[in-house]
């Protein structure tokens, strides 16, 4: 990718059925150039060349549209959103939608607030904490029709942060970049538990690439019982089996 352009990430974008307004194109190299200014002094990414940011960040994030229309006026919330992948590369692709970045990190998220600045976006919002905490009864709960992440964990413990915030009828999609055959069926009754059900996958790779994509979808079909999420750490430690 070492000759990888702007144009080419227009081309990506359309590759997945996105057509990308100048102002738009504007926003997302704004959004590099500061990822890469803060990258300095803080950990945000691994990556930071220009052609892998536009392509394993941006266009990876905004390869939801495969699996989810994001045309709508939908509320989606971002679980352990990072430097801001998958929910604010969306942001800015689908500005209709309304968008929640959660991050247990306060230096993340002074990150993302100052990119929204930047950016002049609205119709977004931060919140710094944990998913145990904010998925309670009278934060967060129920109040999303999506809820994303990209997170590394497996899809038991994914499942529990991030299903309490989706509206009963709502989706949960966890992006993974391998094949989760043994994950997901370790995970069936976890997600059965947690009031869902797995509803399939869509696997592709990413545009003029080798690389490998997975958009896993988990709908909310009843309520989550009120015990869930645990306290803070055991999701992670013990998963539901």
């Known amino acids: 990718m070492a000759d990888y352009n702007t144009e080419q990430f227009e081309k990506d974008c359309k590759a997945l059925g996105v057509t990308l307004s100048d102002e738009q194109i504007q926003q997302f190299l704004k959004y ?3 990822l890469v200014e ?3 002094v803080m950990n945000l990414t691994a990556i930071t060349e220009y052609d892998e940011v536009m392509k394993k960040h941006f266009v990876d994030s905004i390869s939801l549209c495969k699996a989810y229309d994001v045309t709508q006026n939908k509320t989606v919330i971002d679980v352990g959103t990072g430097a801001g992948f998958p929910g604010l590369a969306l942001k800015i692709a689908f500005p209709d939608l309304q968008v929640t970045l959660l991050d247990s990190l306060n230096k993340r998220i002074n990150f993302l607030n100052e990119v929204i600045a930047a950016l002049g976006l609205t119709g977004v919002e931060t919140i710094h904490g944990r998913a145990e905490d904010f998925a309670k009864p009278g934060k967060c709960r129920g109040k999303y029709d999506l809820c994303v992440s990209r997170a590394v964990a497996n899809l038991s413990t994914l499942s529990e942060y991030c299903l309490p ?3 009963v009828g709502g989706k949960f999609i966890s992006y993974k970049s391998e094949k989760i055959t043994e994950e997901m069926n370790a995970a069936k009754h976890a997600v059965k538990i947690l009031g869902g059900k797995m509803d399939g996958q ?13 958009l896993f979808i988990i709908t909310k079909e009843k309520s ?9 750490g055991l999701p992670s430690k013990e998963p539901l089996s």
């Open 165 to 167: 915030f989706v509206k």
């Open 38 to 40: 803060w990258n300095e």
């Open 224 to 232: 989550t019982p009120a015990k869930y999420p645990r306290k803070a």
């Open 202 to 214: 869509v696997e592709f790779t990413l545009p003029d690439s080798d690389i490998y994509r997975n």
């Open 32 to 34: 590099y150039e500061m």
